[in-house]
Every structure is written in structure tokens, then in C-alpha cells.
């Protein structure tokens, strides 16, 4: 069973931002206000199809991709065009 950000039955936040900066750079950040990452937490290790999916599409636009928890969990992608 998969557990998720909003495992105590209150209302969560889901935050979509796309940010351009100079000519051709941009960064998507996803947050939400759950409970985040597990400490230790690295997305390489992860057997999940949702971060391997993230990774790739990340290394597919030579982009980064972060994962961090910042109240809540946040995943950032860096990639330019």
C-alpha cells in the first residue's frame, strides 16, 4: 500500500509553479503541505515508477531535478530550452 502526504484525513495544498528566467531557462516547482520526504529520502534508490519517470523526464530536457522538503514536500526542475 502506497502512503501518501495526506495520510490523517486533513485538507492538503497542492502548489504549481513555472518560473522563466533569461532567454530560454525555466523552472517547474511542485509542493504540497503534507508531511514530505522520509529523512534520508534519495530518489535514486527509489523503486517507485513515479520518480523514475521524474528522473528521466528531467534527464531527457539535460534539466536537474530536486527533491526537498521545504513544508511540505517540493520537487523543483531547472531546464533550459
Known amino acids: ?13 497542492i ?16 509542493q504540497d503541505n503534507g508531511k514530505g520526504f522520509p529523512e534520508g529520502f534519495d530518489p535514486a534508490q527509489s523503486d517507485r515508477l513515479g520518480f523514475k519517470i521524474l528522473t528521466g523526464f528531467a534527464r531527457s530536457l539535460n534539466g536537474d531535478i530536486e527533491f526537498a522538503n521545504q ?8 531546464f533550459g530550452m
Not at 1 to 11: K, N, Q, S
Not at 71 to 78: A, E, F, H, R
Request: net charge neutral.
Open 15 to 30: 502548489r504549481i509553479t513555472m518560473t522563466s528566467y533569461g532567454l530560454s531557462h525555466y523552472m517547474l516547482v511542485v
Open 71 to 78: 513544508n511540505g514536500g517540493q520537487v523543483k526542475l531547472v
Open 1 to 13: 500500500m502506497a502512503v501518501h502526504a495526506f495520510t490523517d484525513g486533513r485538507d492538503g495544498e
